[in-house]
């Protein structure tokens, strides 16, 4: 709060004036946030166009450590693009998550063709999304990768809100 002395012809007065200083965003906050994903080329990934914000805890790791360092020190209104390089988005290819498939494992019904995109289970029956980039006489390569992976990737942002993160009570 600031005070201000004012003196009027007949008296002093002082007048309490509360200062507002505009929240920006950091570690812990709970905001919402419009987004448009393209690629290095323009190609667009992902928008929250024509849907709700995307909403999260800044530094919690829901996000990707891009995304989460760019909302930082923003203000609700504020609008800005990030450039995300690869390492802060969803890493560089991993090599050894490009897989050989026996042919015969696939359904006979099954026409292999690269750029197919399957599902497969782990060991845990855990499914995870991968796509046909070889067919060969014996085998089918597969990529297990994030399709992002290896990509630098821009977002425009636009901040919609801010919350605090919730209080917690910690009971003895």
Known sequence: MVFIQVTLPTQKA????????????????????????????????????G???LAFEVGSG??????????????????????????????????????EFPR????????????????????QGQQFPVVIIDVKEDVVILDANHPLAGRDLTFDLELVEISAPPSRIIMP
């Open 14 to 49: 002082y007048w309490a004036i509360k200062t507002c200083s505009m929240s920006t965003v950091k570690k812990g906050d709970n905001i919402k946030v419009h987004y448009h994903g393209t690629l290095t080329d323009g190609t667009v990934f992902d928008s929250s166009h």
């Open 104 to 123: 015969t494992q696939f359904p006979a019904d099954l026409t292999p063709e690269p750029g197919m995109q399957l599902n497969m289970s782990n060991q």
């Open 62 to 99: 829901m996000v990707i450590a891009g995304f989460d360092n760019g909302v930082l020190e923003m203000a609700v209104g504020d609008k800005k693009t990030v450039h995300i390089p690869a390492a802060e988005a969803y890493g560089a290819k991993d090599e050894s998550l490009l897989l």
């Open 51 to 53: 849907r709700e914000p």
